[in-house]
């Protein structure tokens, strides 16, 4: 009888492998013949699924998407509408090691989308998928009444909140802040945005 092979589950298996190598050696280090060796498969078997590195890159990012998609998805929030947006932020942010590979892969595609349309068309929907998290924060926090006052419209303040966590996010990837730090710069702005004098740590 032939044996029945998880297509998809092996294309989850070689992406949890290109995260490990990520954070193991860096995502500039990503290659066919390392991933391979990660997942314990030859090069032969991994074109299979793969031909190019940057297919690999690129599913490897959207697996993350999903990832992350699916977690907030599960997450018991708190009751507090500005705690419950902090909780969901910092499943997107660097706060430990699975979430700081995560955005590795994800803001890897910044440089890397330059160059290559396939990787621009993830980056593209990383960057929208991001946006319309921090819209739908922001449109909660309003409909809640725990906006500060302002004449900024809820757009603008989704765009703000977006680069807040993106920056933040950039500057802990990049050594400049550790996670406490970037957890409570966040911690400030939603203290700033919404009015509270609340201590959110």
Known sequence: MPKIVDHEQRRRELAA???????????AEVSIRMVA???????GALRHYFATRGELLAFACEQVIDQVTERIQALQVPADPVRAVRAILLETM????????EDSIAFSFLALGLGDPELARVQRRHFTSMYGLC???IEGLAAAGALAKTSESLPTLA???????DGLTVHVLAGHLTSSEMVAQLNAYLMEL????????
Request: cysteine-free.
């Open 17 to 27: 492998a290109v995260w490990q190598v990520i954070a193991d050696h860096g995502v």
């Open 37 to 43: 060796a990660a997942a314990g498969w030859s090069t």
């Open 94 to 101: 660097p706060v430990d090691e699975r979430r700081r590979t």
């Open 135 to 137: 819209l739908q924060l």
């Open 159 to 165: 765009r703000r909140l977006h680069a807040v966590v």
């Open 194 to 201: 919404t009015g509270t004098a609340a201590d959110l740590s």
